[in-house]
Nanobody
Framework: EVQLQASGGGLVQPGGSLRLSCAASGFTFGDYAIGWFRQAPGKEREGVSCFVGGGGSTYYHDSVKGRFTISRDNAKNTVYLQMNNLTPEDTAVYYC????????????????????????????WGQGTLVTVSS
């Protein structure tokens, strides 16, 4: 059974940083992409960043490029999202997800290093972790 557990959310001031973690189990972690998503109140869930399984390719939504960094530790079955220079617009519940029908690629659409994905692109989800950016 695929299990994903996101953690690390909290309250941070504008300009601050947080690191989210996504611990995974129940599948061959290294083979599959892990995507980070967020959902702000009243908005659709949107893809933030994705790390391809099996290789080093990473992708970001344009709104977080240069501020967020995704990384993965295959030995720990964990993906991280380092978020710097946070703004109130980053306030959302953050989720991690994977999809075992898409080996060695990130579901969604990629254009260069840009990535766009919706909830429908991934099949397996963890519970979210709330990030609040406020002074």
């Amino acid at each position: 059974e695929v299990q994903l557990q996101a953690s690390g959310g909290g309250l941070v001031q504008p300009g601050g940083s947080l690191r989210l973690s996504c611990a995974a189990s129940g599948f061959t972690f290294g083979d599959y992409a892990i995507g980070w998503f967020r959902q702000a109140p009243g908005k659709e869930r949107e893809g933030v960043s994705c790390f391809v399984g099996g290789g080093g390719s990473t992708y970001y939504h344009d709104s977080v490029k240069g501020r967020f960094t995704i990384s993965r530790d295959n030995a720990k079955n964990t993906v991280y999202l380092q978020m710097n220079n946070l703004t109130p617009e980053d306030t959302a519940v953050y989720y991690c997800a994977t999809d075992l029908s898409r080996r060695f690629r990130c579901p969604g659409s990629t254009f260069g290093s840009s990535w766009y994905a919706t909830r429908a692109d991934f099949a397996s989800w963890g519970q979210g972790t709330l990030v609040t950016v406020s002074s």
